[in-house]
């Protein structure tokens, strides 16, 4: 069993870190938030380099890869707070249309002429339905697809990843794929995107801390701003390397496939979680300011850590897993569980 990453896949993670500190730079991700157009150059180029096709079967213009050939791209993706959709188009639609060879989107997706979004797992809402070509949707006992619409903004923390909820007005393609699968690997993707935010969150700090001075010292040498770099680091390095496990496990469909995704995202969004409040203490009052990069990260990772399954959600699926194995049924949820 080999975890190490091709020479392919670590070169492509290198013309992605290029190309997002370039066109997902802290100077683009502001002028979205102050309300300016995305534009389409990111898109294409990803497009053009592949990206979009990493998780398209060949012969459908794709790469006919899978989530290992992805990951790291997506966990550079986080770094850079990529507001392109990628998670939903690439992780999530892509291969439910695989499955069910659905040639035209796959040939569009590929192509980087077709945006896909999804709304799975019981949430209301659609990222980005505002340029989605087709929403995702549960179906029936699968999936189905929707071209007809119509979207309404909904007000969010992060106005780079921009959240709409949609009522359907025309007829519903079902797809076959299994919804709960798409859902899964939305939470493989999310994972991967919080690892990178955490990396962003860490390195941040760590500049700051360098840079900071405080009795003449750079606030970095005090025992309490080191430990809590320290922890940073360490929660996201095991966050790394369950996210990059459950990787393995659904590119292969092993039986451990479910128990290592929701492991990954139960953990990626915990180690986003204290890299967010440490991120924001260590920086003090600036950390809270709209002129500091910091809140792109702060808020991105906020939104992830829900998305797809919260961590609560992961650890239920586990505690159930668990229980079946026992032989036991999971015990009913109390009142105040229920309302949780």
Excluded at 28 to 40: N, Q, S
Excluded at 103 to 118: P, T
Excluded at 279 to 301: V, Y
């Amino acid at each position: 069993m080999d975890f190490e990453f091709s020479e392919e896949q670590l070169a492509l993670r290198d013309v992605c870190r290029d190309l997002f500190a370039k066109q997902s730079s802290p100077e683009r991700l502001r002028a979205i938030w102050d309300g300016g157009e995305r534009g389409t150059d990111l898109w294409r180029s990803l497009a053009e380099m592949g990206v979009l096709g990493l998780t398209v079967p060949e012969d459908h213009g794709g790469m006919g890869g899978n989530l290992v050939d992805l990951l790291l791209v997506l966990e550079e993706a986080g770094y850079h707070a990529v507001p392109d959709p990628l998670l939903e188009t690439v992780v999530v639609a892509a291969p439910a249309l695989r499955w069910a060879e659905e040639g035209e989107w796959l040939e569009r997706i590929a192509a980087g002429e077709a945006v896909i979004s999804a709304r799975l797992g019981g949430s209301p809402y659609v990222v980005d339905a505002d340029i989605a070509d087709v929403v995702l949707i549960e179906h029936e006992d699968g999936l189905g697809l929707v071209t007809e619409f119509d979207a309404t903004l909904v007000p969010t923390e992060d106005r780079a990843r921009r959240l709409f909820a949609i009522e359907v007005t025309g007829d519903v393609q079902p797809v076959g794929a299994s919804a709960r699968r798409a859902w899964e690997r939305g939470a493989l993707g999310a994972a991967a995107l919080l690892n990178g935010i955490g990396r962003r969150l860490l390195d941040l700090s760590v500049e700051y801390a360098q840079a900071r001075q405080q009795f003449d010292r750079p606030i970095g040498s005090f025992q309490a701003v080191s430990h809590k770099l320290a922890t940073l680091f360490i929660q996201n390095t095991a966050a790394h390397s369950a996210t990059r496990y459950a990787a393995y496990a659904e590119a292969r469909d092993t039986a451990d496939r479910p128990v290592a995704i929701s492991t990954a995202k139960a953990y990626a969004s915990d180690a986003a979680s204290l890299a967010n409040t440490e991120a924001l203490q260590i920086h003090a009052g600036i950390g809270f300011t709209w002129e500091h990069d910091l809140h792109f990260w702060l808020k991105r990772g906020r939104a992830l850590e829900q998305a797809y399954g919260s961590p609560r959600d992961h650890r239920r699926r586990l505690a159930e897993h668990v229980l079946a194995l026992a032989g036991d049924e999971p015990p009913a949820p109390t009142e105040e569980q229920a309302d949780a």
